[in-house]
Each structure stands twice: as structure tokens, then as C-alpha cells.
């Protein structure tokens, strides 16, 4: 059994460029949840997709958005890329969307210059 | 407002030593919690749970916790702690019917530990 993993693992982008973000959800989880965690912060729940569609979001812009495929991979992109936006992106595969036991992958580092 | 409270930034205790890290919420119904660790360069695990039932929760890694209603605490703790256990160390609280979307983590407290 495989568990969450991420790419790319750091990245490094400049203000208003684009990303984007994967995350490989582990073996027969159909959901996946992305967070955000500011340096010296708790992580910050984005946006849920559960089988494909999402499933709950939290206090992001627009410019943050996200698929799921049918493997229960997902994306997550973030346009119009701003400083603050520098962060460790983690993202947890669960069983359902009840998320009550999560695995998170190891993070993808942002830095936008 | 729904919250959580790690007041204690930064740990250091000697190895061998017992440990107790502080986490204090506040949630309009019943929660579930959550305690998680997170090493340098790693994503987070989880340690221990409490959705219901005993207050005193086990964990892994030798970890246990207790749900303290009154207090709207939800201390962890460990008897003996090893050079390993150093990490960050994040507290969670979710609604009782435990959606993602609902789930807020504290800020999470540095544990360091002295040979």
C-alpha cells in the first residue's frame, strides 16, 4: 500500500505567474483534502474533493481551485500568484469525506519572489 | 467563533522526562479531537483521536490524551519522552460529524529535546 504523495516538493515562482500542484491520494481513499501552512502556523484547510466533485471549502479566493480525477488524484492551482501565498501545500487522503482519519504527503514548498 | 489554543509555543524537556502539551478550544458542540505531529520536512501524522466514549485516549508513539469536558482541554501527554519525539506537535478540532471543511488546527508547539 502506497501513501500520499506530492510533486513537485519545492518551487519556486514569481508574483502573478501560475501553479500547480499534485497529489497522489492513497490506495482506496476517495478523498482528498488540500491545507495550506504558513510558516510557524497550523495548517489551513483550502478546499475537499470528494469522488470527483468538491466537497467543502474554506476562507480562499477563487484564484485557488482544484480537481480530482478518477483515480482520486488531484490538483490543486493557484493563479495570479501573490507573495503571501508562500507556504507549505499539504494535502491528506481519507476514506470519505468525513476525512476522520487523514493521511497528509510530505507537502509541496512554495516560494513566490 | 470556533478555536484552538497551543499556548505554549516552544517546548524543551530532558529526554526520559514526562511531557504534557496544552490545548485548549473552543467549539459550540460536542468535537472531535485531534492530535497530530509533523518532523522537519515531513506532512503530519496522526497520533491519537477522540470522537467519543473514554476520555482517555491512547495513541501511537506512546502518546495519550484526555478530554477534559469543563475545561475544554485536550491535554497530551507522554511518561517518557525519547530524543525521536522531537517535532511540532498540532492540536485539531473538528464538528461531530467530522467533515474536512470544519476542521481547525491550532499553531502548533516545538518540542526540543535536551540530551
Known amino acids: 500500500e502506497t501513501g500520499v504523495t506530492q510533486s513537485p516538493t519545492h518551487l519556486i515562482k514569481t508574483r502573478g505567474q501560475q501553479v500547480t500542484l499534485r497529489c497522489s491520494s492513497q490506495?482506496?481513499?476517495?478523498?482528498v483534502s488540500w491545507y495550506q501552512q504558513a510558516l510557524g502556523q497550523g495548517p489551513q484547510f483550502i478546499f475537499q474533493?470528494?469522488?470527483?466533485?468538491?466537497?467543502g471549502r474554506g476562507n480562499f479566493p477563487p484564484r485557488f481551485s482544484g480537481l480530482q480525477f478518477p483515480n482520486y488524484s488531484s490538483e490543486l492551482n493557484v493563479n495570479a500568484l501573490e507573495l503571501d501565498d508562500s507556504a507549505l501545500y499539504l494535502c491528506?487522503?481519507?476514506?470519505?469525506?468525513?476525512?476522520?482519519?487523514?493521511?497528509f504527503g510530505p507537502g509541496t514548498r512554495l516560494l513566490v519572489l | 467563533a470556533q478555536s484552538v489554543t497551543q499556548p505554549d509555543i516552544h517546548i524543551t524537556v530532558s529526554e526520559g522526562a514526562s511531557l504534557e502539551l496544552r490545548c485548549n478550544y473552543s467549539?459550540?458542540?460536542?468535537?472531535?479531537l485531534f492530535w497530530y505531529v509533523q518532523s522537519p520536512g515531513q506532512g503530519l501524522q496522526l497520533l491519537l483521536k477522540?470522537?467519543?466514549?473514554?476520555?482517555l485516549v491512547q495513541g501511537i508513539k506512546g502518546f495519550e490524551a484526555e478530554f477534559k469536558r469543563s475545561q475544554s482541554s485536550f491535554n497530551l501527554r507522554k511518561p517518557s519522552v525519547h530524543w525521536s519525539d522531537a517535532a511540532e506537535y498540532f492540536c485539531?478540532?473538528?464538528?461531530?460529524?467530522?467533515?474536512?471543511?470544519?476542521?481547525?488546527f491550532g499553531s502548533g508547539t516545538r518540542l526540543s529535546i535536551r540530551p
Open positions: 491528506a487522503s481519507s476514506q470519505d469525506y468525513r476525512a476522520e482519519t487523514q493521511y
Open positions: 477522540y470522537f467519543s466514549g473514554d476520555t
Open positions: 474533493y470528494y469522488r470527483e466533485e468538491e466537497n
Open positions: 490506495s482506496g481513499h476517495n478523498t
Open positions: 485539531a478540532v473538528g464538528p461531530g460529524y467530522s467533515s474536512a471543511s470544519k476542521i481547525i
Open positions: 467549539y459550540g458542540a460536542t468535537p472531535y
